[in-house]
Nanobody, 128 residues
Framework: QVRLLESGGGSVQPGGSARLSCKAS????????MGWFRQAPGKEREAVAF???????KYANSVKGRFTVSLDTDQNTVYLQMESLKPEDTATYYC??????????????????????WGQGTQVTVSS
């Protein structure tokens, strides 16, 4: 079973930056989609950014131009570089992944996917 191990996050001042990492261990699959969701207290989970193994990316409008999702296929690790952070970015960030045995990923890599693997979540707090 593939496990997702997250790292990064913490407390950041408004306007600051942070970087999250998520490594997929024991990944035997050829194609996959990985990405990030977030959930703030009292709010629904929100899709943030996604990338497939062919480096096609999707972003939520709320983070476009500020967040960058990237993928190291050799390390099976997805990153979320967050810049110009705002207090409303405060949330628990979850890594998610979906894998396929096909040589191409058969679905659009977006937050609408039914992801089968999830990380434990990492807190990002943006506050002065």
């Amino acid at each position: 079973q593939v496990r997702l191990l997250e790292s990064g996050g913490g407390s950041v001042q408004p306007g600051g930056s942070a970087r999250l990492s998520c490594k997929a261990s024991n990944n035997p699959y050829q194609s996959y989609c990985m990405g990030w969701f977030r959930q703030a207290p009292g709010k629904e989970r929100e899709a943030v950014a996604f990338i497939d193994f062919e480096y096609r990316k999707k972003y939520a409008n709320s983070v476009k131009g500020r967040f960058t999702v990237s993928l190291d296929t050799d390390q099976n690790t997805v990153y979320l570089q967050m810049e110009s952070l705002k207090p409303e970015d405060t949330a628990t960030y979850y890594c998610a992944a979906d894998f396929s045995t096909a040589t191409f990923y058969p679905y659009p890599c977006t937050g609408a996917l039914r992801f089968g693997s999830w990380g434990q979540g990492t807190q990002v707090t943006v506050s002065s």
